[in-house]
Structure formats: structure tokens, C-alpha cells
């Protein structure tokens, strides 16, 4: 008997020993990749800088947060955390202070935080799982959820929408699992209901495209009272996460219409729903770039006809039916998801769906063990799979490699790049920057979109920024002058035609050169403008120019 109690005990150790191995693993790997993309204002402005900004603003309890373009309530969220978390690692005590001289600590702050949750909610799926199944082998094979793709891993080391929603979905993917093996579920379904409700909000608060996962639930709930207390908690907690969109009511309402009515991506292109002719092309650009989806989609709608078309698989219990119930939902979800990313495409749109992969495999598998009653069997069965699994991502992991290792050779081509204008970006020296949203060499570029983006907030880094960098001014296209921090001014009142001026453009920016000396020379009428070249870059192009006045000779 003590032997019996003795083994049963080691095996529940080791069961949470292999348990807690994937959420490290992914932990270490989420954040080596992180710190691969090197610094972010460089290339990766957006959206990083746009949320800090405005997280920033949330952190000292300004709650009129104007940056709702996801909306990324909680995105500005995990910054206002993890700033308190930062500033105490940093010198002095002023938060905002800290912030704008240390942006990039901060942002390094709010990823570490953002992949520890997803370690944990990974750690609490698999030990949940198992708690529900007692099969260890399908209680791994779940938590291989962000490794089904190695794109799920790779924006991990990112800061934006499709990131933070991967432990949002591992949690919707756990209430899912939890409903389906709950054996007093009659009792509890009003907790469930708002249980989907909370991550549903969390996922429509991060970004709105998350609305097809809304439908899940609806399949699982068998009567209408339940239903319609779902959807009331529902709008319940989208209005309590996503709080900044109807702080902002008139603002939100015209960006989502206008980019529920137009083509094009950001409420531009034609005034209609979606480009019908584009959507063959861009769904061949989803399977080029994940073809397994596809099978998978496939396969799982083949599994479903069997299984609700033969009489053999009808009936057999309580559980198999939510099995059921629950992989068409899932299917039914991510068939509109994709659908729904067709109409405004980009490559890192479709990411979240990935995340379903392994449930969608667990589900299937569920099923298939739902057939045998023999435990050997089972586990024979569970273990094929597992492996499987396992054999199929690690060809991936090259992959993996290859993307850090390209985005560390792309870090140091433009850290260096950096430390060659380093000697120009000094208060001593006038700069004048037109830059890709991506960034540029200057970390100005970087603060100057986010603030730009942070509306009436703008006023909580006023005076430190024109402190900090009072003689770094923005070329806008929407207005005439050049731009400081909130102020707009005509070149006369800042440049001395006495002492150079510096102008650096960036990627596809070549025809705002021609607009700046334009603006310049109607400023000074009585003088010529001597351009000389200091620097010329490629792949991407930009140009680092030394512009001096010249007064007429009479």
C-alpha cells in the first residue's frame, strides 16, 4: 500500500514537472526572440511606441486615452503595470521622466510581463487539463499551442494586438476544455457564461477582430437564457475593458465604420465591404503561409461528418456531444476568421487563429479516444499523436532560427547606422526628421508618433520632450510648418541662417526633400540653399543631408 501511495505520488510530481518544462521553454524562447528585434524605435515604432505613450498616461490615471485604433486597452494596460514595475529598476523617481529617457526599457518591461502571463495561463492549461482528463499526454499536447506555429512565437517577442491576444485565447481555450470535461457543468453554466464573457471582452478590448471568437460559446450553450446572459456579460465586459472606445464614442464610431465600409486597409480604399476580386489572392497567401491550417480545417471537417452522419457515433454520451458541439464551433470560428481577414489583409492579421491549432488537434483526438474504452489503447493512441506533434515542429524550429538570426544582422545594420548620425543627434545641432512610420535612426521619430497618437494627453510629455529635444522638428505633410512637440513653426523662427542645418529622410520619403527646401527658401528669400550629402544608405533608402544658407550676393 505505501509502494502504491509512494509511486502515485512521484508520478503526480513528475506529471507537474513535464507540465511546467513547455511554459519555460517558451518563456526563454519568447524572450530571446524579443531582444533579437534589437531597438525598437529603429524599425518598430508601430504600434510599440503608439501604446507605450498611452499606457504611460494610464499609469499615472489619465483614463482619456485616445489611441483606440484596435482598440489595445490591453495592451495600454500591460504597459501601465509593467512602467511601475520598470521605474523602480531605473534611477530617479518620476515615472514619465524615466520613461521618455528609457522608452526602450520600458517596452522591454511590458513584453517580459506580457510572455510571463502567457507562461503562466500555458502552465495553468496543461495542469488543468490534466486535472480534468488525467491524461497527461493530451494535457502536453495542448499546451504545444504556441508551437504549432512558429509565427505564434516569433510575435511573441512583439508588443502589439495579435501578441497580447495569445494568452487571451489560451484562456479561452482552457474555459472551452473545462466546459466540456466539467461533470456538474448544469450547475455552474451561469459561471461559464461569464467566464466566456470576461476573455471575450479582454479579446475584443485587444482587438476587434477577435469577434469571431465570440461565436464559440454560442454552440455550447444548449438553452436561450443561458445564451442571452452570455451575450448581456459580454457587452458587459467590452464596455469595462474597452473602455477608451466609448470615452471616445464620435472618434471610434468613424474609424470603425469607415473601415467596415471601405475596402482598403484604415478606412481608405473604395466605398465598399471587400474587394470581391482580391479575396482568391489572399487566401492563397494564408495557405502559402500556413498550409497545416488548411489540412487541419480539412480534416476536422471530414471527422465531423462521420461523426454526426453514422449512426455508430451517434449517442455515445454526454461528453462526445460537446466534443462535437465544440470542434464545430471552433471550425465554424476560425472558416470566418479567415474569411473576415480577406477583406483587410496583411500577414500578421491571421496570427491568432493559429493559436486554435492545437485545440483543434486535441478536439479531434478527444474523439477518436471518446471510441475506445481501453486505457493501453488510449494512451497508445494519445502518445502516436503527441509525437507526431513534436516531429512535425521541430523542422519549424530552423525556421525560428533562421528569422532571429536575420533580425539580429537587420538590429546591428541599423544600431549602426545609429552610431553614425550619433555625433549629429546632440541639442547643439537642428535636425530635421522625415521618417517611416518604422522608425528611423533617431528616437525622436519614435516618441514624436506616439505622442502625436496619445490626443489631449499630449501635455503629459510637453515639457519634458521640448527640453529633451529642442531643436528636433518633424516635416508633417498636413500642415505647412514644421512641427515641435505641439507647436508648429515657419523655418524662420527656428533656423539660423548662420549654422547648418540637418535633415535626414527616410524610406520612400525622397519627395518631402524637395517640400522642406521649398518651405525653407520662402522663409529666407534672400538666400540660396547649399545641399551636400553626408550620408546615402540602401536596403532601406534613406539620406542624411547638411543644408547651409548662402546669402545673395547683391
Wanted: aromatic letters at 14%; a positive charge.
Amino acid at each position: 500500500m505505501n509502494t502504491s501511495v509512494s509511486r502515485k505520488h512521484l508520478y503526480g510530481y513528475l506529471s507537474k514537472f513535464f507540465i511546467a518544462v513547455i511554459p519555460i521553454i517558451f518563456l526563454v524562447l519568447a524572450i530571446l526572440i524579443h531582444f533579437s528585434n534589437g531597438k525598437f524605435y529603429l524599425l518598430n515604432t508601430d504600434p510599440e511606441y503608439f501604446h507605450f505613450m498611452n499606457g504611460l498616461n494610464l499609469s499615472i490615471f489619465n483614463l482619456a486615452v485616445d489611441y483606440i485604433d484596435h482598440p489595445g486597452t490591453t495592451i495600454e494596460v500591460l504597459f501601465a503595470v509593467s512602467a511601475h514595475m520598470v521605474n523602480l529598476l531605473l534611477p530617479g523617481t518620476d515615472l514619465i521622466s524615466n520613461a521618455l529617457s528609457h522608452p526602450e526599457s520600458f517596452i522591454h518591461g511590458a513584453n517580459i510581463l506580457l510572455n510571463i502571463i502567457t507562461t503562466i495561463a500555458l502552465f495553468l492549461l496543461g495542469y488543468f487539463t490534466y486535472n480534468y482528463t488525467g491524461n497527461l499526454l493530451l494535457s502536453l499536447l495542448i499546451q504545444l499551442t504556441p508551437f504549432y506555429s512558429i509565427q505564434l512565437l516569433i510575435v511573441s517577442g512583439r508588443v502589439f494586438p495579435e501578441s497580447v491576444m495569445i494568452p487571451i485565447l489560451i484562456l479561452l481555450i482552457l474555459c472551452i476544455i473545462k466546459y466540456i470535461c466539467d461533470t456538474e457543468q448544469g450547475r455552474n453554466r451561469k459561471i461559464y457564461a461569464l467566464a466566456f464573457a470576461i476573455v471575450g471582452g479582454l479579446g475584443m478590448a485587444t482587438k476587434l477582430s477577435y469577434f469571431p471568437f465570440l461565436i464559440i460559446p454560442l454552440f455550447l450553450f444548449k438553452s436561450t437564457k443561458r445564451v442571452k446572459q452570455y451575450l448581456l456579460y459580454t457587452c458587459a465586459a467590452i464596455i469595462t475593458f474597452a473602455f477608451p472606445l466609448f470615452v471616445n464614442l464620435g472618434k471610434s464610431w468613424r474609424w470603425y465604420s469607415n473601415m467596415l465600409m471601405h475596402s482598403g486597409q484604415w478606412g481608405s480604399g473604395d466605398a465598399n465591404f471587400v474587394e470581391v476580386a482580391k479575396v482568391p489572392g489572399r487566401l492563397q497567401q494564408i495557405f502559402d503561409m500556413d498550409h497545416a491550417l488548411f489540412i487541419l480545417i480539412g480534416s476536422a471537417v471530414l471527422q465531423l461528418l462521420i461523426f454526426y452522419g453514422f449512426s455508430f457515433f451517434k449517442n455515445r454520451g454526454h461528453t462526445t456531444t460537446l466534443l462535437k458541439r465544440s470542434l464545430l464551433a471552433v471550425v465554424v470560428a476560425i472558416i470566418i476568421f479567415v474569411l473576415f481577414v480577406t477583406k483587410h489583409f496583411a500577414h500578421h492579421y491571421i496570427i491568432p487563429v493559429l493559436a486554435f491549432k492545437a485545440l483543434v488537434i486535441f478536439l479531434m483526438l478527444s474523439l477518436i479516444l471518446s471510441i475506445f474504452r481501453t486505457k493501453k489503447i488510449r494512451i497508445y493512441i494519445s502518445a502516436a499523436v503527441l509525437l507526431l506533434s513534436i516531429l512535425l515542429i521541430i523542422p519549424q524550429l530552423n525556421y525560428l532560427g533562421a528569422s532571429v538570426r536575420f533580425k539580429q544582422d537587420r538590429a546591428a545594420k541599423f544600431e549602426e547606422r545609429e552610431q553614425m548620425l550619433a555625433p549629429y543627434n546632440t541639442k547643439d545641432h537642428l535636425l530635421i526628421i522625415s521618417s517611416h512610420y518604422r522608425g528611423s535612426p533617431f528616437k525622436q521619430s519614435a516618441l514624436a508618433g506616439g505622442f502625436m497618437l496619445s490626443g489631449q494627453l499630449r501635455s503629459t510629455f510637453k515639457k519634458q520632450l521640448r527640453e529633451t529635444y529642442p531643436n528636433t522638428y518633424l516635416y508633417v505633410t498636413w500642415s505647412d510648418q514644421f512641427y515641435l512637440w505641439d507647436h508648429f513653426k515657419d523655418a524662420n523662427e527656428f533656423i539660423d541662417p548662420q549654422k547648418p542645418v540637418y535633415i535626414f529622410i527616410g524610406e520612400g520619403k525622397d519627395m518631402h526633400m524637395d517640400m522642406i527646401l521649398d518651405r525653407i527658401k520662402k522663409a529666407f528669400p534672400s538666400f540660396s540653399a547649399e545641399l551636400s550629402v553626408i550620408y546615402h544608405f540602401t536596403a532601406p533608402e534613406a539620406y542624411f543631408y547638411e543644408l547651409k544658407l548662402i546669402r545673395n550676393s547683391t
